[in-house]
């Protein structure tokens, strides 16, 4: 079988752990790699020792033996990105989420869709961690139909990056984006539904107060709680807490319906795990029937190897995994499409919205005016 080659546009802490875990895969080859921070490159070349790298993407794309493309440069530099792609070369493509903070950028995203000639599949990796992926399966035999969705995320501060670009919202497209576009996904894939209206309350209590950059406070959200209403008549709501670290799950995610309720429960990354607490916890799926059977709770381990090779529970090596396939085939579904990907990125915004200016935002507000 002929060597998968990778580009790499952005080889940061993200682009590092799809580093190592294209590493992971079976007939894979770093091709080339352009990353213009020279510590980041640094550790990049060590784990890619054998990568072409270059001064700009235009020259990695003059790279003959490339097979595919992993964007994983910060938020703001996607859409450009793509569009750079585009105009050039037609590769395959897995894209970081969010795939665009600029609402100006909406437009160009979506022609995408209709002109590029080959996959762009966006990476939302909390569809591939093992007890949330059991959980999607599961769910509608576990509930008899999901009408109410609850995900909880108690986590740590945003981490530093290069050039602290991910302290302000016009970097990220703000904290509801920037990390809550994972969870947006999850909602319409779960229940099955497109969204209809967004409400949101949130705020910067504690994170990042204290810190100047050029002058400049940081403007993220830390913490803050969004609510969902579907067009299926289904609720979903968001709590999220960025000052939460040693919380023993770092995701709760539960859904109920008329016969039962199924909650999936993440720990976060082990490297942040209190080494004082012992042992980090084990992914849990836990079913609650109606019935007075009572509650079932199944233990989903990961694999060491994979929990090692990043901070995601093993998804972004299962999303590789499956983009791989994709690539080698040559055609078959993108299980994470440009439009969902567009879809998350927009109910972001619209909780971003909703949490500035106090009031529900129509999702048809959104698709009309972006």
């Known amino acids: 079988m002929d060597a998968i080659h990778y580009g790499l546009i952005g080889a940061g802490m993200m682009g590092q752990e ?8 079976d007939g894979t080859r770093i091709a080339a790699i352009y990353e213009p921070d020279a510590g980041m490159a640094a550790q990049a070349r060590a784990l890619a020792p054998e990568a072409q790298f270059t ?7 003059d790279v003959p033996k490339l097979d595919c493309l992993v964007i ?30 600029d609402p100006g950028d909406h ?42 969705l609850t995900i909880r995320e108690h986590r740590f501060p945003f981490l530093e990056k290069v050039g602290d670009w991910n302290r302000f919202n016009r970097n990220t497209g703000g904290t509801l984006v920037e990390k809550c576009c994972h969870f947006f996904d999850l909602m319409r894939l779960i229940l099955k539904a ?44 968001l709590e999220l ?16 319906g008329p016969t039962g309720k199924i909650e999936a429960l993440v720990p976060g990354p082990g490297r942040f795990w209190p080494e004082h607490l012992g042992a980090p916890p084990v992914p849990r799926l836990i ?28 998804a972004t090596y299962y999303q590789h995994r499956r983009f791989l396939d994709l690539v080698r085939a040559g055609q078959g579904r993108v299980e994470v499409s440009l439009a969902d990907g567009e879809a998350a990125v927009l109910m972001g915004m619209a909780a971003q919205i909703s949490a500035a200016e106090g009031r529900a935002v129509e999702m048809a507000e959104m698709r009309g005016t972006i």
């Open 55 to 61: 001064g700009s993407i235009a020259a990695l794309l």
């Open 18 to 25: 799809h580093l190592r875990n294209i590493a992971l895969l």
């Open 72 to 101: 994983a440069s910060p938020n703001f530099c996607h859409a450009g990105q793509l569009r750079e792609i585009a105009a050039k070369r037609a590769l395959p493509i897995l894209v970081e989420k969010p795939l665009f903070t």
């Open 107 to 148: 437009r160009a995203i979506a022609d995408l869709r209709d002109s590029y000639q080959a996959p762009i599949w966006v990476a939302m990796e909390y569809r591939y961690m093992p007890p949330i992926a059991a959980l999607i399966a599961e769910a509608e035999a576990a509930t008899g139909g999901v009408r109410m």
């Open 241 to 256: 807490c960025m000052f939460a670290e040693g919380a023993e799950y770092q995701e709760a995610i539960s859904a109920v």
């Open 287 to 314: 079913l609650s029937p109606r019935a007075p059977r009572g509650p079932r709770a199944q233990a989903i381990p990961v694999d060491p190897e994979l929990l090692a090779a990043g901070d995601h529970n093993g």
């Open 194 to 237: 497109e969204p209809l209206r967004v409400m949101a309350s949130a705020g910067q209590g504690v994170n990042h107060l204290d810190e100047r950059y050029g002058g400049e406070v940081p403007d993220i959200l830390d913490h803050g709680y969004v609510i969902v209403d579907f067009d299926s008549g289904a609720r979903a709501m």
